[in-house]
């Protein structure tokens, strides 16, 4: 048996172990309150009309911002090893100066403040 067909048994195997065992073990007593839909913190039993506030979608859109931010520089240690580093560090800088930019005007607008 070559390794890939012996990778592919063992994940094949474990992943059917596994989900035997959830369903074996897995104990399912629902009630009304696992039963009902719960939508970002909302009473599901309300009116369906609320007020939503636009902070949120602001906070929202700044942490992805942000969590791409981390994921642009991850490979910026592989990055320094490259034929022209300074280059690398240089764009690095102009990210980072410009969200750093960005974080300073939203919090000097107020737009990090949750309650008005």
Do not use: H
């Not at 073990?25 to 629902?30: C, H, I, K, V, Y």
């Not at 005007?105 to 107020?110: A, K």
């Amino acid at each position: 048996i070559n390794m890939i067909s012996f990778m592919l048994i063992l994940s094949t195997s474990l992943s059917i172990i596994l989900t035997t065992l959830n369903f074996w073990l897995a104990q399912t007593n629902p009630d009304s309150e696992k039963l009902s839909p719960y939508e970002c913190g909302f009473d599901p039993l309300g009116s369906a009309r609320l007020p939503f506030s636009i902070r949120f979608f602001l906070i929202a859109i700044l942490f992805l911002l942000f969590d791409l931010e981390i994921a642009l520089l991850l490979p910026l240690p592989w990055a320094t090893q490259l034929q022209s580093p300074l280059s690398t560090l240089t764009w690095t800088s102009t990210i980072l100066v410009l969200l750093t930019l960005g974080l300073i005007y939203e919090w000097t607008q107020g737009g990090l403040e949750w309650a008005e």
